[in-house]
């Protein structure tokens, strides 16, 4: 290796070697700030015992401190929530679909098949514009997947499709249920979703749902998981299962990318609303 070379190198791991000592001194110096701050301390305190990441909390307030902001509680909270609010993303409705596959993915147990009867019901019965509307089922590993799917299919009067009678009928917007993460089954998906793009002209919209209850490292994991099939959305479960949103807020905020959907518990198609920031914040701080 040349010299130029070893030296620039040498520079781009000393430049992230820097990065990370920077961060750290602001880490620190804002803690330290933050102790002559009774009132700001007192706030981060607050948002800490909820949940959100400390060192995030205290490098935000702590820029506050010697303004005329630090001795008004009330305001403090309300600049956290604002930065939240700008933080997180949402993604609107999308009321008028055509040719579209949506692919609900998620782990197992997630409630991906109930999430694919709501949407289903959503789009055909309660938009302004009623779609045409069927079910694919594609886990072929959960036993009764089928059968619920085909339960479903009988209650609402939406057809539910083998996989090669796509290539037969015409549908402004088909919910696919899925298998679990990983190994196999993702194996399997991809497979299905180049016969969608090499024999049909449907557009594919991958949503993957994540559940409320989960903690971060679970998120990320599963997260990870499906993270090659290009996400359009996130759909969160599970929110009448929790009171304590901080790691799915967390999450969220890391990953920077937009909630379509919230689940709220077990009817269709009631249960399903479009996510909204103000629903997710009053949630986290209802108390």
């Known amino acids: 290796m040349s010299k130029k070379k070893e030296e620039k190198l040498l520079t781009v791991e000393d430049v992230r070697a820097l990065r990370e000592e920077i961060a750290l001194m602001h880490g620190a110096l ?17 948002f800490v015992e909820k949940g959100l990441e400390s060192v995030w909390v205290e490098k935000l307030l702590a820029g506050l401190a010697g ?27 999308d009321k008028d679909l055509s040719k579209t596959i949506r692919i ?5 147990g ?8 709501k949407l289903s019901a959503r789009y055909k019965y309660f938009l302004k514009k009623s779609h045409s509307v069927a079910f694919v089922n594609f886990d072929q590993h959960k036993v ?16 539910l499709l083998a996989i ?43 949503l993957l749902a994540l559940s409320a209850t989960s903690k971060m490292r679970d ?19 599970k ?8 790691d799915i807020i967390n999450f969220l905020i890391k990953v920077k990318k937009p909630i379509s959907y919230i689940s709220t518990g077990q009817k269709i198609p009631e249960d399903l609303e479009v996510a909204s920031k103000e629903y997710i914040l009053n949630r986290f701080m209802e108390d």
Do not use: C
Request: hydrophobic share 45%; no cysteine; net charge negative.
């Open 164 to 206: 090669l009678e796509l290539l037969e009928d015409e549908y402004d917007v088909i919910f696919v249920d899925t298998a679990g993460s990983g190994g196999d089954a993702l194996d399997e998906l991809e497979k299905f979703m180049g016969f969608i793009g090499n024999y049909t002209d449907y557009k594919i919209e991958i």
């Open 239 to 246: 929110l009448d299962e929790t009171t304590d949103l901080s």
């Open 67 to 93: 303004s005329s902001l630090e001795e008004d509680e009330e305001i403090l909270v309300a600049y956290v929530l604002e930065e939240l609010d700008a933080l997180l993303s949402v993604i609107s409705e």
């Open 219 to 237: 998120l990320e994991k599963i997260y990870q998981a499906f993270a090659k099939l290009d996400i359009k959305s996130f759909i969160l479960t």
């Open 110 to 117: 997630i409630g991906k098949s109930s999430l694919v009867g």
């Open 144 to 159: 009764g997947a089928e059968e619920q799917l085909a339960n479903y299919s009988e209650a609402m009067q939406i057809p």
């Open 30 to 46: 804002a803690k330290d700030v933050l102790e002559h701050v009774p009132l700001i301390k007192k706030v981060v305190d607050r």
């Open 104 to 108: 609900v993915v998620g782990a197992t």
